[in-house]
């Protein structure tokens, strides 16, 4: 079975900086594109960036910039780098990926980010 698992939320600054890390569970199936969505209290889950599997890259405005998305194929993991944070970052990051012939959607149980002073 197929799990993602993140790690590397926490409590940071305004204008600080945090890492995330999603870790996907197989060798048996290819993985396409991963992402990161978010979502917080009372709204709707929203992509933050996704990354294809040759490379291409996709991003929210709100986050143009300041975050970078990478992976490490050989290690079936995708990262999040987050520069100058914002209080309006302060949400539950989630990491999808699509695995498998049929691009089934894997999600993570998210880690929480919370920006605060």
């Known amino acids: 079975q197929v799990q993602l698992m993140e790690s590397g939320g926490g409590l940071v600054q305004p204008g600080g900086s945090l890492r995330l890390s999603c870790v996907a569970s197989t060798t048996s199936y290819s993985i396409y594109t991963m992402g990161w969505y978010r979502q917080e209290p009372g709204k709707q889950l929203e992509l933050v960036a996704s990354?294809?599997?040759?490379?291409?890259?996709k991003y929210t405005d709100s986050v143009r910039g300041r975050f970078t998305i990478s992976r490490d194929y050989n290690e079936n993991t995708v990262y999040l780098h987050m520069n100058n944070l914002k209080p309006e970052d302060t949400a539950v990051y989630f990491c999808?990926?699509?695995?498998?012939?049929?691009?089934?959607?894997?999600w993570g149980k998210g880690t929480q980010v919370t920006v605060s002073s």
């Open positions: 999808n990926a699509l695995i498998g012939g049929w691009h089934k959607q894997y």
């Open positions: 990354i294809e599997t040759g490379g291409n890259t």
